[in-house]
């Protein structure tokens, strides 16, 4: 059944109420149904954004930092660091600043643990995780202030990285476009008969 305009206007003239509002809710449900499949029910990517599981170019070298200290904190063990974290109010809009004091490292049966993080809930202890390990990172040293405990180490990691980095040595040109490849062959038109 198909109405004009015209014509729905005038029917709705003549309903009461109640007929009217369902009419607006399958309106408003049609709608949504149209609007979802103009996408395909999948929400579009931000342009420019990166592809899922694909580190930023300029995250790279901050997240190897953070793997080479976290790796060599699993190996060697960690002095006492400082945890900052943040939590903005949802009410008021206030930002508070906490610090949470993390132990030093305890050898614990060939591993290192936080000291004192034997408990009946963690039998062999709480190690250090990726996310300790961003913290104890810029403690250690932050390229950004220039300031740290570890320059030294900071170093001898920037000189690594860089080597890695020669040796891989990142080709940022793009792919080239895929050649498509041919359906059918193509038939000889009239105008290039053979004679």
Known sequence: MSMSVQELCESL???????ILSVMVACVA?????????TGGKKERKKGSMPKGEVPQQLVKPRAWVEETLEDAKKNGWEAFQVRT???DKVTGEVTESITEMPESELHNGTHIFKGSISEKTPNGKQLIHKDAMSLSKQRWAPKEQKGTH??????????????VKEVEID???????VPVAQEVAK????NKKK
């Open 172 to 178: 940022m040109t793009p792919p080239a476009a895929p």
């Open 86 to 88: 943040q939590k903005k």
């Open 188 to 191: 000889p038109s009239k105008n």
């Open 13 to 19: 003239k003549e309903m009461s109420a109640e007929e």
């Open 151 to 164: 320059k030294a180490r900071y170093e001898a990691f920037e000189a690594k990285f860089a080597k890695q």
């Open 30 to 38: 049609s709608m949504k149904k149209s609007l979802k499949g103009s």
